[in-house]
Nanobody
Framework: QVQLVESGGGLVQAGGPLRLSCAASGRTFSTNTMGWFRQAPGKEREFVGAISWSGGSTYYADSVKGRFTISRDHAKKTVYLQKNSLNPEDTAVYYC????????????????WGQGTQVTVSS
């Protein structure tokens, strides 16, 4: 099993930055990909971005490309989501997820999920 704990959410003004963290524990060696998803009120959970543990390749949704950056720290078993130029449409609960297989944008291909952290962007 793999446990994921997100942190760093909160209230931020539009245009500001925010960094989320996802700390992984347990059998992390069995996972290949870490992903970030988000779910806004009344909407389905959507892919934000992903990173491979090994090579560090990153993938982003078009809606966040150029504004969000994913990175990882092997020693700390932690993945980060740096968000810049936030706008109210970025308001959502952000979830960290881990997959055994290669990076995917598909929600069901992720095997483990964190509890989520709320991000609210005020205009």
């Amino acid at each position: 099993q793999v446990q994921l704990v997100e942190s760093g959410g909160g209230l931020v003004q539009a245009g500001g930055p925010l960094r989320l963290s996802c700390a992984a524990s347990g059998r992390t060696f069995s996972t290949n990909t870490m992903g970030w998803f988000r779910q806004a009120p009344g909407k389905e959970r959507e892919f934000v971005g992903a990173i491979s543990w090994s090579g560090g390749s990153t993938y982003y949704a078009d809606s966040v490309k150029g504004r969000f950056t994913i990175s990882r720290d092997h020693a700390k078993k932690t993945v980060y989501l740096q968000k810049n130029s936030l706008n109210p449409e970025d308001t959502a609960v952000y979830y960290c997820a881990a997959a055994h297989d290669r990076a995917s944008t598909v929600l069901r291909e992720y095997d483990y999920w964190g509890q989520g952290t709320q991000v609210t962007v005020s205009s």
